[in-house]
């Protein structure tokens, strides 16, 4: 069997290339193919082990794109990157033709924000041996935060998670993660307590993704409403992550992300 993707043995960093107009922090800079190309190998030269290349954004309230759009956004870059960039490269969709183009061209993993609830989307998986990352959501970006209520939140996405892992083994996958989902369907303080209790999630077994950059549960804090202003509290919250055992790190700056997650390390070796 082949090595799996996803858990290296080591802290894995995604970096995020989002090519759309409408992405939350940085929606219309990477639109351009030449700019997409030259922020993936920035990302690459910094330190990332995977780059996660997104054509819709999911930001709450965020409209679903029409798939040939998607597909000209996305399927270029990866193509680009995979054939130029030494370093894995992850579609993020909820289509399972997006994913089944981008695995053609290159991608190797699949990172839904749906958690394959779409038996297209295993069945897209399956047939290209693909590696796969399920997300906790409810509802859809557009519907989510109206949708942010739990009795015990740490349980509830657990039990999702748990049944989404299930699901894929059963179709035969076997380099699978999976994501909480910080921002999509939760609360601010939902999103703390799932990084706060986050050995919970890690008990599954599986490697964990945790995604905290520049979101807005950060800009809940004094002084951090300014995206801007979220730097250091991503920097901090992916420390935590990596100390609650987190084994994928998506962030946008990857250089300052990569010396967090050193610095957490260096904690947990010590
Ligand atoms: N967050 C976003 C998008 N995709 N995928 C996973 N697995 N985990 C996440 O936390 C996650 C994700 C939202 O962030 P971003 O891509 O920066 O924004 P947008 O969706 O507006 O493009």
Redesign the pocket.
């Known amino acids: 069997m082949a090595a799996p993707l996803l858990d290296q043995g080591r802290t894995l960093l995604m970096g ?1 290339l ?1 090519v ?1 107009p409408d ?3 940085d929606g219309g800079r990477f639109l351009d193919s030449s700019v997409a190309r030259e922020q993936a190998r920035r990302m690459v030269d910094e330190g990332a082990d995977i780059i996660d290349v ?1 054509g819709e ?3 709450p309230g ?1 409209a679903a794109v029409d798939e040939e759009e998607e597909l000209r956004r996305v399927v270029p870059v990866v193509d680009w990157i995979a054939a130029h960039l030494r370093t894995l490269v992850s579609i ?1 969709t909820r289509k399972a033709r997006v994913a089944s183009e981008c695995l053609q061209h290159g991608a190797r993993i699949v ?1 839904d ?1 749906t958690a394959f609830q779409d038996a297209a989307m295993i069945e897209t998986a399956r047939q290209h041996k693909a590696a796969c ?1 399920a ?1 906790h959501m409810k509802g859809t970006p557009d519907t989510m935060m109206d949708l942010a209520q739990y009795g015990d939140v740490v349980a509830e996405v657990k039990e999702y998670l748990g049944g989404r892992v299930a699901a894929l083994r059963t179709a035969g996958l076997v380099d699978i993660a999976i ?1 909480p ?3 999509f369907a939760k609360s601010a303080a939902h999103n703390f307590q799932i990084l706060r209790r986050l050995p919970e999630l890690a008990a599954l077994g599986v490697p964990v ?1 945790i ?1 905290p ?1 520049r979101k807005l549960f950060l800009g809940t804090l004094a002084d951090m409403e300014a995206m801007e202003n979220r730097r250091e509290g991503t920097v901090a919250a992916i420390t935590a992550a990596v100390l609650g055992g987190a084994r994928i790190i ?1 962030a ?1 700056e990857v250089a300052a992300a990569r010396r967090a997650i050193a610095v957490a390390e260096a904690v947990l070796r010590a």
């Open positions: 995020i989002n759309t992405s939350f922090s997104g954004s999911t930001r965020a993020d990172n924000v990352i997300m994501d989902g910080l921002g993704l995604g950059s998506r946008h």
